[in-house]
């Protein structure tokens, strides 16, 4: 990519759009496009395809979808495979016709089989049973990983990239609790429980389920690496973590320390703790000389202060 090339930002407003806006600036790309839902439906094939036509973006970040938590999953799934099919479904084929250099594509860690060993490596996918809960977003997110390998193999390119990272946080998440995940629900949860001067708050599980979280500005940042090492990719997806998961127990008491509550924590059995664990193996990119740069602890921080500036109704 040269700093004046023509860069689409799908999705802009959301949590991964909103960091690649920022990385791609702060990297001197100044050449942006990006339009809001209101402004442009990618569902509407003919809007999508107009856009195109006027804007000839050279390569494109397809963050634009519906995403949510276990509660939006399990209300709307058709949504979420319809959506998000639809999406990726005209932005391939209008980049194939109006000639996209490269176009990176997102897929999920809720692809891979609910019961993978671990670490999850990218050849565990359409191994085994997924997770019912997300089974519909996750066809979907499958159905594009699927779509980036074959449309490479049957135009013998390297055009489309498709990366797979796991659960991210930071500014711009969403924090409601229909679509919240679990970090930044917990984010919510407590900052409530200190605002109330709660002397307890009970957690769903039992804690120990280990996850791994990934700051949006270092998938942003994971996103240009791959279209800037692009000849080096094969054509098969990529992993994109940090290589480290946290007990949920663990990352509760870290979310404690940054929002400041000082509360008892306890812990609800009774409720269901969802897989042991989830850790991706990220390898394969890593070897690329990628690496993440954001810890825990600070991501948490920025995406704490992004909420307290954003959600005034709490
Ligand atoms: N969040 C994660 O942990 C995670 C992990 C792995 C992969 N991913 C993938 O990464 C991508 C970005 O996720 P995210 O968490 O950044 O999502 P997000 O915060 O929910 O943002 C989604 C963006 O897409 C826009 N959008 C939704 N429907 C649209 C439509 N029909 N037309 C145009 N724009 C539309 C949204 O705009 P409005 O808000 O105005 O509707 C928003 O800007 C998704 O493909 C997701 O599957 C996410």
Redesign the pocket.
Known sequence: MDKDSRIYV??????????LIKKLENNGFHNIIA????E?????YDDVKSFFRKNKPEYVF???????GIIANRTYPYRFLH??I???DNIFEVANEYSVKHLV??????IYPKHSSQPIKEEYLLSGKIEETSEA?AIA?MA?VIACKTYNTQFNTNRFIAL??????GP???FDTD?S?VLSALITKLHISKENKEKKTILWGNGSPRREF?F?ED?ADASIFAVEHSKELENKHYNVGVGIDISIKDLANMIASTVGYNGEISWDKSMPDGVPRKLLDSNRFMDLGWKHSVPLEAGLSLAYRWYLENNQDL
């Open positions: 799908a999705g802009h407003t959301g949590l991964l759009g909103s960091a339009r809001t839902h209101k442009l439906d990618l569902t509407r397809l963050a634009a979808g519906t995403t949510g959506i998000n639809a999406i990726q594509f997102y897929g999920s860690s809720c977003y997110k594009g797979v990272p796991n659960t991210m946080y711009s998440d969403h679509n995940h990934i949006s998938v």
